[in-house]
C-alpha cells in the first residue's frame, strides 16, 4: 500500500532564507508527483507537477525534484516571503488506483518577516 | 476563469437529515473525485468517476453516495449523515483519459460540514 510523509510536520524560517520541503513515498510505481499549497480555509493549488520520467520542475522561486527509485521528492524555496506561509502538501497519483492521489500530511510553512 | 466550484462552503446539520454537496466544474474534464480532509488523517478519496455514469469508490465511500449525470457535475450525497462524517470535502477534477499522462488536478475551495 503506498504511503506517502512529509518531514517535517513544521517548520518556521527568517524572510528571506532558502529552504527544503521533503516527501518520501513507498512505492515507485507512479504517474506523477504533484505538489500543492493549502492556505487556511482554502482549497488546494497546484504549485508543479513532476512526471514519473522528469527529475525536477521549476516554477518562479520554486523547485521540486523527484527521484523515483528511492521514493523521494524536494520542494525547494528560494528566499523565502511572509506570503509562502501555508501548508504545503505532496501527493502521488498511482498506477493502479484508478488515478487517486494519495497525500502526505503535509507541512506547514511559517516565514516570519 | 478554469474553476471548481462547491456548494454550500459551509453547513451544519443534526444526524440522519440527507444533503447534498454539489460540485461543478467549467473545463470540461472527464475525471472528478471527492476527498475528505481530517486532522492527522490528511486528505483521503472518497468517490471518484472517470467519466459520465462511470462512478467508482475510493478509499473511504462508507456513507456517501456520488451521481455523475453530466460531465460537468459531481454531488457527494450523505443519505443519512452522523456526526464521524464532520469534515472538510474537497472536490478535484482533472483532463480524464489524460489522469494517465498525469494533468495537474484542480481542486474546489472545500466544503466546511459539521453534523450534530
Known amino acids: 500500500k503506498q504511503e506517502v510523509t512529509q518531514i517535517p510536520a513544521a517548520l518556521s524560517v527568517p524572510e528571506g532564507e532558502n529552504l527544503v520541503l521533503n516527501c518520501s513515498f513507498t512505492d515507485s510505481a507512479i504517474y506523477n508527483l504533484q505538489w500543492f499549497r493549502q492556505d487556511p480555509g482554502k482549497g488546494l493549488t497546484s504549485l508543479l507537477l513532476i512526471q514519473s520520467s522528469q527529475r525536477e520542475q521549476t516554477s518562479g522561486r520554486l523547485n521540486a525534484s523527484l527521484d523515483k527509485s528511492s521514493g523521494r521528492s524536494t520542494l525547494y524555496i528560494a528566499a523565502s516571503q511572509p506570503g509562502d506561509s501555508a501548508t504545503y502538501l505532496c501527493a502521488v497519483r498511482h498506477y493502479n488506483q484508478g488515478g487517486k492521489l494519495i497525500f502526505g500530511q503535509g507541512t506547514e510553512l511559517s516565514v516570519k518577516p | 476563469e478554469a474553476q471548481v466550484t462547491q456548494n454550500p462552503r459551509y453547513l451544519i446539520t443534526v444526524t440522519g437529515k440527507k444533503l447534498t454537496v454539489t460540485c461543478s466544474q467549467n473545463?470540461?474534464?472527464?475525471?472528478m473525485s471527492w476527498y475528505r480532509q481530517d486532522p492527522g488523517l490528511g486528505l483521503r478519496q472518497i468517490y471518484y468517476?472517470?467519466?459520465?455514469?462511470?462512478?467508482d469508490k475510493g478509499d473511504v465511500p462508507e456513507g456517501y453516495k456520488v451521481s455523475r449525470k453530466e460531465k460537468r457535475n459531481f454531488p457527494l450525497i450523505l443519505e443519512s449523515p452522523s456526526p464521524n462524517q464532520t469534515s472538510l470535502y474537497f472536490c478535484a477534477s482533472s483532463p480524464g483519459r489524460t489522469v494517465i499522462s498525469g494533468n495537474t488536478i484542480y481542486f474546489g475551495e472545500g466544503s466546511w460540514l459539521t453534523v450534530v
Open positions: 473545463m470540461n474534464h472527464e475525471y
Open positions: 468517476s472517470m467519466n459520465v455514469e462511470v462512478t
